[in-house]
């Protein structure tokens, strides 16, 4: 099952947990753990005071997807400046 929730979307993920019953917290979890793992980049610990992982972690996701790294060169004749 946890491949499975893999496959669907952050978004998707969120609002299922949010109002089904039979989707568990911790399949939730582990789908967007494993969701992250497949895209090459892991998703950050739950900060302190922050009651719900599944928000936390489906936020989180959300926010990498919508501002992936920027990757940039620079040689001998130009430089370049990435305000973040």
């Known amino acids: ?12 993920i969120a609002r299922v947990a949010a109002v089904s019953l039979l989707f568990h917290a911790s399949l939730a979890l582990e789908g967007l753990r494993l969701w992250a793992r497949e895209r090459g980049f892991e998703l950050p610990a739950q900060p302190e005071g922050e009651s719900c992982a599944v928000r936390w972690l489906c936020y989180s996701a959300l926010l990498r997807e919508a501002n992936p790294p920027a990757r940039a060169a620079a040689g001998k004749w130009h430089s370049v400046f990435i305000d973040g």
């Open 1 to 12: 099952l946890v491949r499975v929730v893999s496959r669907c979307d952050p978004a998707d």
